[in-house]
């Protein structure tokens, strides 16, 4: 019995289909953790991950971009600093607390790029050919960049009201969601 045959005699349709994109995404995968290893070893197999690095920062430059943050540096020659490196940066000059956290967090979506390739590739009949293998080498440095810096957590830090204002949220959804059904018998 095949896969997708199996597959659909114990799980949905949309399960099925999770699972190939999943299935589609794990040679990239092994390839970011292959690439991770061997860039410890010299700085010049940072070129491996250079897809990623200019994705990353691209993502905070874009939604820096959006919510008015005012990105002014844009850069992704990698420069040591102490004994670790920086792969790139991007520098904002009007950064408040209701946009840094979106700013310094945008690498997160990072992570739609393969599942968009993973979704179009599996969505009709497919099998792994050279095409494939082109797109694996591609989407192998994303799932290395798409995890924000330290600095980045450090700015993200930035936009605490935000906390405030979802548990406010959160709390009026419990309050009235309780007062709501208080009068309504079972």
């Known amino acids: ?48 991950s250079a897809v990623g690095t200019f994705c990353h920062e691209l993502a905070h430059f874009g939604v820096g971009l959006l919510l008015h943050a005012e990105p002014v540096g844009f850069t992704i020659i990698p420069r040591g600093k102490g004994r670790t490196w920086e792969l790139g940066s991007v520098t904002f000059a009007n950064l408040r607390w209701y946009n840094a956290a979106p700013a310094a967090l945008a690498p997160f979506l990072i992570l739609l790029l393969p599942l968009a390739v993973a979704w179009w590739r599996t969505r009709t009949a497919w099998h792994f050919g050279p095409v494939d293998l082109a797109l694996t080498l591609l989407l192998a440095p994303q799932f290395l960049s798409f995890w924000p810096s330290p600095v980045d957590w450090r700015l993200a830090v930035r936009s605490w009201p935000y906390l405030l204002i979802i548990a406010a949220a959160g709390l009026a959804y419990c309050w009235f969601h309780t007062s709501l059904f208080r009068f309504v018998k079972a």
């Open 1 to 48: 019995m095949s896969w997708p045959a199996m597959c659909a005699a114990h799980l949905p349709s949309w399960a099925c289909g999770l699972g190939e994109i999943a299935l589609y995404l794990v040679p990239s995968m092994a390839l970011a953790f292959l690439i991770w290893l061997v860039t410890r070893l010299h700085p010049a197999f940072f070129l491996l």
